[in-house]
């Protein structure tokens, strides 16, 4: 079973950038569909940006497009999310997660497929 754990969050004004990391254990997540989500205070949890099974595939949403890079190393077993730009509506707590089953593109945003989530990471943005 694969355990996820998120790094790097904290503190940030507007403007900054910040990279926040998934380490992945129990498991090699080469062939996982890998992406990261944020959810605010009395909202539902918001995809962010995915990098597909084939490692080929990077797919964001439009709030984060241009502005964040989801990056991964396959050595290390880990994702990274780069964030520049910085808006205090970034302001989430940022979530990792793993789906195991090959879906198509159109899916990744879908968080109930999933299948392993990490604790998360808090990222503030404020002046």
């Known amino acids: 079973q694969v355990q996820l754990v998120e790094s790097g969050g904290g503190l940030a004004q507007p403007g900054d950038s910040l990279t926040i990391a998934c380490a992945a254990s129990?498991?090699?997540?080469?062939?996982?569909?890998m992406a990261w989500f944020r959810q605010k205070p009395g909202r539902n949890r918001e995809f962010v940006a995915a990098?597909?099974?084939?490692?080929?595939?990077?797919e964001y949403a439009d709030s984060v497009e241009g502005r964040f890079t989801l990056s991964n190393d396959n050595a290390k077993n880990t994702i990274s999310l780069q964030m520049t730009s910085l808006k205090p509506e970034d302001t989430a707590v940022y979530y990792c997660?793993?789906?195991?089953?090959?879906?198509?593109?159109?899916?990744?945003?879908?968080?109930?497929?999933?299948?392993?989530w990490g604790q998360g990471t808090q990222v503030t943005v404020s002046s």
């Open positions: 997660g793993a789906m195991q089953a090959r879906y198509a593109r159109s899916w990744y945003r879908t968080h109930t497929l999933y299948d392993y």
């Open positions: 129990g498991g090699s997540i080469s062939g996982y569909t």
């Open positions: 990098l597909g099974w084939s490692g080929a595939t990077t």
